[in-house]
């Protein structure tokens, strides 16, 4: 055995006594009265991936149809066909000769050389000669309702303990060489016909009796819903009582053939029997009258005649395997009606319900123009229409006193109760293609008829006139005409126009702009409304004006027909279906039109082939039975409302695979993903063979989605970068009718973290970051001084300049002109007066050189105070405070460290002007000032507690006509420094200049 381990003996039989119960509950089936024409047919072929070589078929717990091949084992989900790749285990590609699921999970696969599978959830285990088992052809399997498991093959019969198999011989009662078909009767007996005979094992029983018979068996028996057994032989297919009595031929036969002929057959579960033979290729009969046996071949769509294989799945669908493809029969709402009467086209006729269950039609073809036809496609009228040799009907219409009136080409004619026939003449007036619409009766049994390029025509009294109040005069076709219960006329035109006439006034009803029609091809009475339906969807006359209806299903457009049924549901026949809008719902929305309208669409998958042309009028008709009768471009259809087919719940969604970085992982189930497998695929399915086009899925990766994600038809969901982490995908289906499957596992997966996405790499490119933050601060800041020393440079270059300048002039000439003075001082009289006045002249002047000298000194950038900064602060605050009587204190914090002399010079300015502001305008009775030498900067703060700044000061930053505020501003940013005012009315104002150390103290 390669693969992992085995299977203990009591899962198997708790698997099948599951299967049992599951096989036990209802499931669709097609029923034996609906031809092989009302079912839906679909054909797959290589061009759609179908494998090559069918052989055989069978349906596992999932949903999944499995498909036997020459090249392999294959899966089909109803959309995509794909060979099956283990998620653990190998699985042969070799011809495939036998499949057959076990009840409960699970598919055993018989080889035409290599032993034989079991797969179960993506797991394969494999079974040759170390498990007891030859590797010659295995084509068959059966299980008891012990549970056991037996295969039939060329090396005979063996069976299964959960771990190995044993070979059954002559030691239990077998003793033919080899076994061709096995079945389990209804008692549990377990039947193996061979070329000795048939081997029979009881249940319970050790050894198979001795056998009975001599004929072989092409297919295993296969027993009916009403407990009958079909047994299929060379000689053709008949009904036996009992495996005891196989071989004697006194049941009916059902079918004989040809010896040589190789025959499949299948029972249904409505009891229909189909059957593969050399001459019709499918054939369909019920057994209780095999007289009347379908036939389905090349010519109807078959892709071959050489049928290899049939299978009825759980939802009822039959499938046919030929050595060219796959085909689907499936029961539809929508069910075609072929009338039984040669030549008969019923392909865009008109409907009028007939008598009990028929309807009447008219037909294409000159084979009598009208049809009573029931849903069967028996014709009620061909010996009428034989004897009176009608031509082709263009308008069928029921009168008031049921009189039938048959617009034909050259007149009209009238079939009264009684049996009798009248013709009536046509007007003159018939226009260009003599071309009747459509037929309408008003009061009076007044008829009023609508001609294509023609206008209207009214008939009464016997005669033929025009109703001049009608648009054009009468003389415009209407599009449609309708005769309400209240005995008013209502006529539909094109270009958005509604006409209604009652008692001789006509009165054009306004469409409003959103219920624009754009053609009104059919008006329509019921639940006390009248509807108009368009181009551009459905309308309703409310208030006096034309409405548009809001309904639930998108794009139903261009209306020809519409019709309310005897249960108040309103059926559309439209371009995008025919569509079944629920009573209640139209009920709620007449009273609330806001509310939109629920309602069914009938499409192809529910077999409405064909499209309805918006002028294709009266294309909607309910039978006596209740059913709905419909016409398209593809024929004539009835629907049974009352027994609508329910779509299954779909099964719960397979995880089939994940891919990443290039690998792909089938059917997992926990996967442990490396570093960098951030961007993910994963593909999932849920197997609803009848409807799958109508599935939409969602999913949710628990982890990452904050909600779950509509995917529609998709079966694919992609992730790009993926952050490490756990991860949970969840997905789950709908089968289109609002139901929705179980969730089922799931998908559980984890993605490394790469180095890069690991928390310690992430710190560290934190703190890198912080870092270069930090770099890039402090070259900012050095920049910064570099630009303020450049800019330093240059004004005191410029000082420089200027000191020259005041030198070698003014404080030249002052000193020069001081020496004058000084020489006429000393020619004047020791006695004269002025002497005194000259030399207070002469000392003042001194005192100006002397301070321009140090004004020149402060130029060329030489401390023109050597002395501690805070000395100097601390002379003229107490001088100021003196000179005012207030308290002053200067503290420092800090060591106290030299400035440079333009920054000095710059913070003294500053100290100086803050002071004499606070000292002449503030007010306060105590002023201080605080100086700050830290490592990273130097800060000056004077302080008082005075009335403040007025706020227009504050915002303006200075007073009217005066320059101390913003001179100390710039003061401070001419070295680099910063400088905040802080002003509060009546709490005081503090003013701290603060400069980074490296530009204060170089």
Aim: glycine fraction near 12%; proline fraction near 5%; include cysteine.
């Amino acid at each position: 055995m390669s693969g992992a381990g085995g299977m203990a003996f009591p899962i198997v039989r708790r698997l099948l006594l599951a299967g049992m119960l599951i096989a036990g509950l209802p499931a669709a089936a097609i029923p034996p009265d609906r031809t092989l024409a009302q079912l839906e047919h679909r054909s797959w072929t290589a061009k759609d991936g179908v494998p090559p070589s069918i052989i055989t078929m069978d349906q596992t717990d999932d949903g999944y149809l499995w498909l036997g091949t020459g090249a392999g084992l294959f899966q089909f989900d109803g959309v995509r066909f794909q060979p099956f790749q283990p998620g653990t285990g190998t699985i042969s590609t070799s011809a495939v000769y036998f499949i057959k699921a076990q009840p409960g999970g699970g598919l055993w696969i018989g080889w035409r050389q290599g032993g034989i599978s079991f797969v179960k959830d993506g797991a394969v285990v494999n079974y040759g000669a170390d498990e007891g088992l030859s590797l010659a052809s295995w084509w068959a399997f059966a299980f008891d309702r012990q549970g056991q498991v037996y295969a039939a093959g060329l090396d005979g019969v063996m069976r299964f303990d959960g771990q190995r198999w044993h070979k059954l011989g002559p030691a239990q009662g077998f003793t033919a060489d080899k076994a061709s078909v096995m079945f389990v009767d209804k008692d549990g007996t377990l039947a193996v016909f061979t070329d000795q005979g048939l081997f029979r094992l009881p249940p319970g029983a050790a050894t198979f009796k001795p056998p009975l018979g001599h004929l072989g068996s092409i297919e295993p028996p296969q027993v009916g819903p009403d407990g009958s057994m079909y047994f299929m032989e060379a000689r053709g297919l008949r009904i036996i009582d009992s495996l005891e009595t196989y071989d004697q031929a006194g049941g009916p036969w059902l079918f004989k053939s040809r010896p040589e002929a190789s025959h499949r057959m299948l029972v249904d579960r409505s009891g229909s029997l189909w059957m593969e033979t050399a001459t019709c290729g499918v054939c369909r009969f019920d057994p209780r009258r095999p007289d009347k046996m379908e036939s389905f071949n090349v010519k109807n769509g078959l892709s071959s005649n050489l049928v290899t294989s049939f299978f009825e799945d759980r939802e009822g669908n039959v499938w046919i395997s030929t050595s060219k493809g796959l085909e689907r029969f499936r029961q539809v709402d929508v069910n075609l009606v072929t009338p039984a009467l040669p030549g008969a086209e019923v392909s865009e006729g008109r409907l009028l319900p007939g008598p009990a269950n028929a309807m009447t039609v008219t037909t294409v073809a000159q084979v009598g123009g009208w049809l009573e036809v029931t849903p069967d496609g028996e014709v009620h009228n061909s010996a009428w229409l034989k004897q009176h040799g009608i031509g082709q009907v263009q308008v069928i219409q029921r009168g008031r006193d049921q009189s039938l009136w048959l617009a034909e080409r050259a007149r009209l004619r009238r079939l009264t109760p009684d049996g009798a026939v009248h013709a009536i003449e046509y007007p003159e007036d018939m226009g260009p293609v003599h071309l009747v619409h459509a037929l309408a009766h008003g009061e009076d049994d007044t008829l009023w008829m609508s001609v294509v390029n023609a206008g209207v025509h009214r008939l009464r009294g016997g005669r033929w006139d025009r109703e001049t109040l009608l648009p054009g005069e009468g003389r415009r076709s209407a599009m449609s005409m309708l005769a309400d219960s209240s005995g008013r006329m209502w006529f539909g035109y094109s270009r958005n126009t509604v006409v209604m006439l009652h008692q001789g006034k006509a009165v054009t009803v306004p469409i409003e702009q959103d219920g624009q029609l754009k053609g009104t091809s059919v008006l329509h009475e019921s639940l006390g409304q009248i509807w108009a339906g368009g181009e551009a969807g459905l309308a309703r006359y409310r208030d006096g004006r034309f409405v548009k209806v809001n309904l639930a299903l998108p794009h139903i457009r261009s209306i020809s027909a519409i019709l309310t049924d005897s249960s108040g549901n309103m059926w559309l026949n439209s371009s995008a279906g025919t569509v079944r809008l629920d009573g209640r719902s139209l009920a709620n929305a007449i009273a609330h039109p806001e509310q939109p309208v629920q309602g069914r669409l009938f499409d192809a998958t529910d077999g409405r082939l064909g499209i309805t042309d918006l002028l294709g009028a009266q294309s909607l008709a309910q039978a006596g039975d209740g059913k709905i009768w419909l016409t398209t471009h593809d024929g004539v259809a009835w629907i049974d409302p009352l027994h609508l087919l329910k779509a299954p719940a779909p099964p719960a969604v397979i995880m089939q695979s994940l891919s990443t970085l290039g690998e792909t992982y089938r059917r997992p189930a926990r996967l442990d993903l490396p570093a960098g497998a951030g961007n993910v695929q994963i593909d999932y399915s849920s197997a609803l063979l009848g409807t799958p086009q109508r599935m939409r899925f969602k999913y949710l990766l628990e982890g990452y989605d904050q909600q779950w994600q509509d995917a529609g038809e998709r079966r694919q969901a992609f992730y790009t970068g993926l952050p490490p982490g756990e991860y949970r995908f969840r997905a789950v289906a709908e089968n289109g009718a609002g139901n929705w499957g179980p969730e089922g596992p799931g998908l559980r997966f984890s993605v490394a973290a790469s180095y890069y996405q690991s928390w310690w790499f992430k710190c560290l490119l934190v703190l890198s970051g912080m870092a270069l933050v930090w770099l890039l601060h402090r070259l900012r800041l050095k920049r910064m001084e570099l630009r303020i020393k450049a800019q330093m440079e240059v004004r005191h270059a410029e000082r420089e300049r200027i000191a020259r300048t005041l030198h070698d002039t003014i404080l030249q000439s002052a000193q020069a002109l001081i020496l004058r003075f000084d020489r006429i001082k000393r020619a004047l009289p020791a006695a004269d007066p002025a002497l005194c006045q000259i030399d207070a002249a002469l000392d003042a002047a001194q005192e100006v050189v002397d301070e321009g000298r140090e004004r020149v000194l402060e130029l060329r950038g030489r401390d023109g105070h050597p002395g501690a900064l805070g000395d100097y602060l601390y002379e003229f605050g107490q001088a100021m405070a003196q000179q005012h009587g207030i308290c002053f204190s200067l503290s420092t914090q800090g060591e106290a460290r030299e400035l440079l002399a333009a920054v000095k010079t710059e913070v003294l300015a500053i100290g100086k002007e803050a002071l004499f502001n606070a000292v002449r305008h503030s007010g306060s009775a105590e002023v201080k000032i605080e100086l700050v030498y830290a490592s990273a900067q130097f800060s000056m703060t004077v302080q008082d507690y005075g009335r403040g700044l007025d706020a227009s000061v504050q915002s303006s930053g200075k007073r009217p006509g005066h320059w101390g505020l913003s001179g100390m501003s710039e003061r401070a940013q001419q070295v680099g420094g910063q400088l905040l005012i802080d002003s509060r009315q009546d709490v005081g104002t503090t003013v701290v200049f603060s400069i980074i150390a490296r530009l204060a103290f170089g």
